[in-house]
């Protein structure tokens, strides 16, 4: 992830922004112990450092197969900074009244957010470790 972000930032114009949602760590860290609104959320191992993430879900009568990588939030603020880039904005939305009324059992995800959404600018003159460049004259 943070060879990814890095390469974003080098290909990005200054003041032009890169916008990034990912599940968000807390859920990808932990899960429900059933479909009620009111089921506990545990976490049963770390949730800092890089983690495997592997699952197979179903809805609607599709099946997808998730392979990947997650990262505590930290991680990813981390990696802005040091390719250069200024976070805007972060949000963690949740489950919204429309996607309960599809799905009952998503009203469980209204206490804990569902994603990680991040929108961080490349600066005119921002280095990398959040650092400005400074003009020398010769």
Same mark, same amino acid.
């Given at each position: 992830?943070? @060879?990814?972000?890095?390469?974003?930032?080098?290909?990005? =114009?200054?003041?032009?922004?890169?916008?990034?949602?990912?599940?968000?760590?807390?859920?990808? @860290?932990?899960?429900?112990?059933?479909?009620?609104?009111?089921?506990?959320?545990?976490?049963?191992?770390?949730?800092?450092?890089?983690?495997?993430?592997?699952?197979?879900?179903?809805?609607?009568?599709? =099946?997808?197969?998730?392979?990947?990588?997650?990262?505590?939030?930290?991680?990813?603020?981390? @990696?802005?900074?040091?390719?250069?880039?200024?976070?805007?904005?972060?949000?963690?939305?949740?489950?919204?009244?429309?996607?309960?009324?599809?799905?009952?059992?998503?009203?469980?995800?209204?206490?804990?957010?569902?994603?990680?959404?991040?929108?961080?600018?490349?600066?005119?003159?921002?280095?990398?470790?959040?650092?400005?460049?400074?003009?020398?004259?010769?």
């Amino acid at each position: 992830m943070p @060879a990814v972000i890095a390469e974003a930032a080098r290909v990005l =114009q200054p003041d032009r922004h890169l916008c990034v949602s990912v599940t968000h760590p807390m859920s990808d @860290a932990g899960s429900f112990a059933g479909e009620q609104p009111e089921a506990p959320f545990t976490i049963p191992g770390p949730y800092l450092g890089r983690r495997r993430v592997e699952g197979t879900f179903e809805r609607d009568g599709l =099946q997808m197969t998730f392979h990947g990588w997650c990262y505590p939030l930290e991680d990813y603020a981390r @990696a802005l900074e040091d390719a250069g880039l200024l976070m805007e904005m972060i949000r963690e939305p949740s489950a919204s009244e429309a996607a309960v009324g599809q799905h009952a059992s998503y009203r469980r995800w209204q206490r804990l957010p569902m994603f990680l959404q991040l929108r961080a600018v490349k600066r005119e003159g921002h280095s990398r470790r959040g650092g400005h460049s400074r003009a020398t004259s010769s």
